[in-house]
């Protein structure tokens, strides 16, 4: 039995597909959009496997699966896509994105607990096996940065960069963001706006993004004078 987290925002698709799961024996979550998804994961939902829609209005579900990826807390769940697009370049793009399968619709409900099951079962033998595709690979750090922007999402972008002086090794930087805005950024021992400059310029080695929950302010108030009253 596995928790999964079905996201669609047709509310007759997204019955089908609960009940097909629930009688295969599966604990099932809904979500009506991107953002509901990603709020549910930001709350510290545990989930086995995600199954996601494409096309919604909002955040799609390329964007989900591109977040998902990015952090460190999520990046491992097993996702699968549904899609009435069934065209291979389709397919492949929601595979290359990090997807473990993908089912154009209209579905069989029983290919549907087939494939879930596969993906359930390749996962749980291979603990320590198939690598998370490299953010770096999918995803550049402008299109992650314009996702936050557009979607206003509130949390901590991580990276590491090369420093580009001679010998300097490598820069742990972080940006914080509230409601889609940059609110306080670190790199090293510079702050703000400079930190930001810097960060953009840098060759970038890898980077991850925790995003919070959008309501909650306290947890990135709390980051944020942290930071402020170390370098004060």
């Known amino acids: 039995m596995a928790r999964i987290l079905v996201v669609d925002d047709e509310p007759d698709v997204r019955m089908a597909t609960v009940l097909s799961l629930q009688r295969g024996g599966h604990v099932t979550v809904e979500a009506e959009s991107g953002v ?15 199954v996601c829609d494409v096309m919604m209005p909002g955040m799609t579900g390329h964007e989900v699966c591109q ?40 579905f069989a409900l029983e290919e549907l607990l087939i494939r879930v099951n596969s993906v359930l079962s390749k996962h749980q033998a291979v603990a320590t096996g198939k690598a998370t595709p490299d953010p770096l690979q ?28 001679e010998g300097g090794g490598t820069l742990s930087g972080v ?31 890898m980077y991850s993004f925790e995003a919070y929950e959008v309501a909650d302010q306290i947890t990135m108030a709390m980051d944020i004078t942290r930071l402020i009253k170390r370098h004060a």
């Open 36 to 50: 509901a998804a990603m709020r549910l994961l930001q709350q510290g939902g545990a989930f086995d496997l995600i």
């Open 67 to 106: 977040l998902i990826r990015l952090n460190q807390a999520t990046k491992n769940i097993p996702f699968i896509f549904l899609s009435a697009k069934r065209d291979v370049e389709e397919r492949i793009e929601g595979i290359g994105l990090g997807a473990d399968d993908y089912l154009g619709k209209p």
């Open 138 to 165: 999918q995803i550049t750090l402008a299109q992650c940065i314009d996702l936050i922007v557009r979607h206003k999402l509130s949390g901590k972008l991580t990276t590491l960069v090369k420093s580009e002086q």
């Open 175 to 205: 940006i914080f963001f509230e409601g889609g805005h940059a609110v306080h950024a670190k790199l090293e021992d510079r702050l703000g706006e400079t930190a930001v400059r810097e960060i953009l310029a840098s060759p970038l080695l």
